[in-house]
């Protein structure tokens, strides 16, 4: 499988992670739906690595871990950020750092995607930008100073780009370990966090409360999976790029299962996100 598939199934999996983990957590304790996801993503990743087999080495262990503990942490301050009440300031600024500090990263190591992908790589971040952007609504007084938002939006973004770099660089050979070690470690911050959360039980009558969790982290586990295979087999700079444009996902998902309306920029957002794809692909 190709590079740009492997992150276009990376994309779809975060997409629609995005999307049910939100749902769950409008009838749940988002605590509580993010530790079981990242509890069981991280089980998941360990069973795929027992099947595939392979031996890692301790450097590939290192860099997994430390993709995990980026990507713990920055989902902690996403989570914070979105908890104050400025997703238009969190969502978009995490999802381009997300992208742009990878790929610049990829730059930097020697990666020249051709002509029409760089063109397509450009369009990604202003797709990244304006789809994980909400319109506020008018009166909210209760929002925290513009500030801290931007600081959330940055702390997430620095640890999402950490998640996405170390995977890449944990090498190749070494069978899905990495990812393993990866998705573990983000585990424990959240459980650092949201540990009483646990001890709120799910109504018991509602199935999806008990294990719609599970799906969500098997599918956070397969994206990283994905993600992992996309930068062995092509380039950092268009994978993680690819893989940013997950919001468009999301987006798409609530419009068509929940019919939320899909905002003006956001739609611009949309249409850019599948100029850009179609420009990586064919570049």
């Known amino acids: 499988m190709s590079a740009i598939l492997l992150a276009l199934g990376s994309a779809l999996a975060y997409g629609v992670a995005d999307f049910l983990a939100g749902w769950l957590s409008r009838r749940s304790h988002y605590g509580r739906v993010s ?5 069981a993503a991280g089980t998941g990743a360990l069973l795929a690595s027992l099947v595939v087999g392979g031996r890692p080495s301790g450097a590939s262990l290192a860099w997994g871990a430390l993709s995990g503990l980026g990507g713990g942490l920055g989902t902690l301050a996403l989570y914070r950020g979105l ?14 750092l997300a992208a742009a500090l990878p790929a610049l990263f ?16 450009l369009i990604a971040f202003p797709a990244v930008w304006l789809t994980a952007r909400t319109e506020e609504r008018a009166g909210e007084g209760s929002a925290p100073p513009a500030s801290l938002s931007v600081v959330d939006g940055v702390l997430a973004g620095l640890g999402f ?35 009483r959360a646990l001890r ?13 969790p599970v799906l969500v982290g098997g599918l956070v586990a397969l994206a990283a999976i994905f ?6 087999r092509g380039l950092l700079t ?19 299962l929940l019919g939320e309306r899909i905002g003006r920029w956001q ?17």
């Open 106 to 121: 990829g730059l930097a190591l020697g990666e020249r995607p051709g002509p029409g992908a760089m063109v397509g790589l």
């Open 227 to 232: 993600f992992f295979l996309g930068t062995q």
């Open 161 to 195: 780009a950490v998640l996405f770099i170390g995977l890449q660089r944990a090498g190749r050979g070494e069978g899905l370990w990495p990812t393993a070690a990866s998705q573990v470690v983000a585990a424990l911050p959240m459980l650092a966090l949201h540990a």
């Open 238 to 256: 268009v994978v993680a790029v690819l893989t940013s444009l997950y919001p468009a996902v999301t987006i798409a998902l609530a419009r068509w």
């Open 267 to 283: 739609g611009v957002g949309l249409a850019l996100a599948g100029a850009s794809v179609a420009l990586i692909s064919a570049g």
């Open 35 to 39: 530790v079981i996801a990242q509890l």
């Open 200 to 212: 709120r039980p799910a109504e018991p009558q509602d199935g999806w409360l008990r294990f719609g």
């Open 83 to 96: 908890a104050r009440g400025r997703m238009n300031i969190v969502a978009p600024i995490s999802g381009v």
